[in-house]
C-alpha cells in the first residue's frame, strides 16, 4: 500500500508539471523572438544615440560607459552611467526588430544600480519604449507606449512606474506600485514587465513576482463588453441563496434572554389590587446564546447572483494594443548620479528573458553585498594613506624621503592593492 501511494504521488506530480507547460504561453515554448538585447560589454557608441535636447528641467549630460566605482566584473558590470547632479540624461537605441504586444506576449526587463546611493538619493531609472522617435531630441515631452522602472527620492517616494499609452496619453496603473526599502540600496536589481496577449500582467523584482493581475481592471480601462443598460432583473428573480429549514425547531431547553433573579421573594406588604401582580426582578442569563434561528439549507429555487446580459462596449479601444515598438531608450531627470543602466532585454518570451537574467545579471546580484562597504573601506584607507604621504612630503622638504607625488602614487597602489583583495575574498 506504501509503494502505490508514492508512484501515485509521483504520478499526480508529473501530471501537474505536464499541465503547468501546456498553460505556458506558446511563446515560451516556440522559438523566441529577441528585439533587442543590450548588455554594453561593446561600446555602445554605435547602437545607441544621445540627446542634445535640453529638458525644461535643466540641462542635458551625457551618460558614460562605465561600471561605476565599484564592480564584480569590470566589463560584465558595464552599463550607461549618469555623470551629473541636477541633469537631464538621454539616450536611446533602435531595436534589431520591432516589438508587438499584438496577440503575443512582450516582455521588458532591465537592471538598475544606483550604485553612489548614500543615505539620500534622488533619481529615476525607468525605461521607455516608442514607436516613433527624434532620438537626438528625446525629452521627457517625447511620446512613448511603455514606461516601466524604478523612481527612488529620500525614504518617501520608492515606487514602480508601469505606465502605458492609452488613448492618447500616458495612463499609469491605478494602484501605486511600492519599493520595499531592501530594494532601494545600491546593488543591481532587475525590473520585469510581462504583458500577456489575452491581457494579464506581471511585475517582477529580481525574478520575483510584486505585481500581477489583469490590464483593464488595474489601469480602469473600459473593457471589450458592458452591462446592458435596458436588461433589467426579473420580478419572480429568486434572490435568497438559502432558506430556513423547515424542519428545525426551537429546542425547550433554548436559554432565555432574562432570568428571575435568583431566591427572590414577593414582598408581604405587596397588595395585587393596589400594585399589581407581583412579578420578580428580571437579570441577564449568563448562559443566553443570543436569538435562535432556524438552520440555513440550499434555496432550491436559487439560480445564482443574477447579472445583466453583456453587450459590446461602444467606447472599447483595445489597451496595450502596440503593433510596431522600434526604440527603447533612457530619459532620466536625476538629482544625484551614479545610475546604471545594464542588461536590457526585450522579447516575446518569459523563459529567454530568465535564462538571459540568469546568465548576465544573477552573477553580480549575488556577489553585489558587501562589496560597497568593501570600497568604501578601500576609499577611506587610501584617503588616510595620502593624507599620510602629503604630511611626510611636508616634513621631508628636502626630498631625501621622497616627494608628495611619490607618497601619493604609493599610495594609490596600496588603494588598488587593497580594493582587488577585498574584491576577490567576497
Known amino acids: ?22 498553460a505556458e504561453d506558446k511563446s515560451t515554448r516556440a522559438r523566441p523572438t529577441i528585439y533587442f538585447q543590450e548588455t554594453f560589454t561593446t561600446s555602445p557608441w554605435r547602437r545607441w544615440v544621445q540627446s542634445q535636447e535640453p529638458s ?52 521588458v526587463q532591465f537592471s ?26 528625446l525629452t521627457g515631452s517625447s511620446p512613448y507606449e511603455i514606461m516601466f522602472g524604478p523612481d527612488i527620492c529620500g525614504y518617501d517616494v520608492g515606487h514602480v512606474h508601469v505606465i502605458i499609452l492609452h488613448k492618447g496619453r500616458p495612463k499609469p496603473r491605478d494602484e501605486e506600485l511600492r519599493m520595499d526599502f531592501s530594494i532601494r540600496d545600491h546593488r543591481s536589481h532587475l525590473y520585469s514587465l510581462i504583458l500577456h496577449p489575452d491581457g494579464r500582467y506581471d511585475v517582477m523584482i529580481d525574478l520575483k513576482e510584486v505585481a500581477s493581475g489583469h490590464v483593464e481592471a488595474d489601469w480602469s480601462v473600459a473593457g471589450r463588453t458592458m452591462a446592458d443598460p435596458r436588461d433589467t432583473m426579473p420580478e419572480d428573480w429568486v434572490t435568497a441563496a438559502t432558506i430556513p429549514d423547515p424542519m428545525d425547531v426551537r429546542p425547550r431547553t433554548w436559554p432565555r434572554k432574562k432570568i428571575p ?34 438552520f440555513q439549507i440550499d434555496n432550491p429555487d436559487y439560480k445564482g447572483e443574477w447579472k445583466p446580459r453583456q453587450i459590446p462596449h461602444p467606447n472599447y479601444v483595445p489597451f496595450a494594443h502596440f503593433p510596431s515598438l522600434k526604440y527603447v531608450g533612457f530619459e532620466l531627470w536625476t538629482v544625484n548620479n551614479g545610475t546604471i543602466l545594464d542588461n536590457i532585454i526585450v522579447t516575446d518570451s518569459w523563459r529567454a528573458a530568465r535564462q538571459f537574467a540568469e546568465e548576465q545579471w544573477s552573477p553580480t546580484f549575488r556577489k553585489e553585498k558587501g562589496l560597497r562597504e568593501a570600497w568604501d573601506k578601500a576609499q577611506e584607507a587610501r584617503a588616510e594613506r595620502a593624507e599620510l604621504a602629503a604630511n611626510t612630503g611636508e616634513a621631508e622638504a628636502d626630498g631625501d624621503v621622497g616627494s608628495e607625488e611619490d607618497g601619493e602614487e604609493e599610495a594609490e597602489d596600496e588603494h588598488d592593492k587593497d580594493w582587488d583583495a577585498e574584491r576577490i575574498e567576497l
Open 1 to 22: 500500500q506504501c509503494s502505490l501511494h508514492v508512484n501515485s504521488s509521483m504520478v499526480r506530480v508529473a501530471l501537474g508539471w505536464v499541465v503547468a507547460s501546456l
Open 261 to 294: 433573579v435568583d431566591g427572590a421573594e414577593r414582598p408581604p406588604e405587596w397588595d395585587d389590587e393596589e400594585d399589581g401582580i407581583w412579578q420578580a426582578p428580571m437579570v441577564d442569563n449568563p448562559d443566553y446564546k443570543g436569538p435562535w434561528r432556524p
Open 112 to 137: 538598475v544600480k544606483h550604485s553612489r546611493k548614500q543615505f539620500h538619493f534622488c533619481g529615476g531609472g525607468y525605461i521607455k519604449l516608442f514607436s516613433e522617435l527624434n532620438q537626438s531630441n
Open 56 to 107: 525644461a528641467l535643466g540641462p542635458v549630460a551625457p551618460f558614460e560607459w562605465t561600471a561605476g566605482d565599484w564592480f564584480v566584473d569590470d566589463l560584465r558590470d558595464l552599463g550607461l552611467g549618469t555623470t551629473q547632479n541636477l541633469a537631464h540624461h538621454a539616450a536611446s537605441a533602435e531595436m534589431a526588430e520591432p516589438a508587438s504586444t499584438v496577440n503575443k506576449t512582450l516582455v
